[in-house]
């Protein structure tokens, strides 16, 4: 099983809709991030959280709201999902300690359409 | 606030040939600079990373980078290039305690010509 796991992994949704995209991880790590990839603009931070009570905007975070349920999950929610959100959606975790420090981890993706 | 910069969007090489990859960075105090390789359809996988120390570091799959503080640039290197290497590149800076913080450049797309 993946370290780091996503779903859905694919969502067809229509404008307006709620949309929440889920992470679960069992490296034990303490922080997580989500980031969303479009062409030719690279990764781009939404929100990254240090553990349930520290949850941090990054470069985009309008229009999206995270929870952080555990330390193993962290969810991305649309709450009222537009076209231009449609893009790649990667969770992410890191350990932020020794050798590790920094390194993230990735799950494989939720590609989300918004019509 | 930290930022990348990756100017080439695309490159081409020929098998065999040599790579360079450029990134630059923009940062009050010294980052943590990675780079991470993303082949097709995949997540995204570190090749290696800086902190401290050794201005040059090594990485897997043969990639090697130089931090230069003066030019705030750490370019990524490979001095023979195989097919298999054909991927999309990401350049990121962390910042904060232990990099808490990581912002990634927009990438540059490898192609390998035969």
Redesign the interface.
Known sequence: DADVTQTPRNRITKTGKRIMLECSQTKGHD?M?W?RQDP??????IY?S?DVKDI?K??ISDGYSVSRQAQAKFSLSLESAIPNQTALY?CAT?G??GAS????F????SRLTVL | AQSVTQPDIHITVSEGASLELRCNYSYGATPYLFWYVQSPGQGLQLLLKYFSGDTLVQGIKGFEAEFKRSQSSFNLRKPSVHWSDAAEYFCAVGAGSSASKIIFGSGTRLSIRP
Do not use: H, P
């Open positions: 922080r991030y980031y030719g603009l690279g990764l781009r931070l990254y240090f941090n990054g470069e990667f890191s932020g300690q420090t920094g390194e993230l990735f799950g494989e993706g």
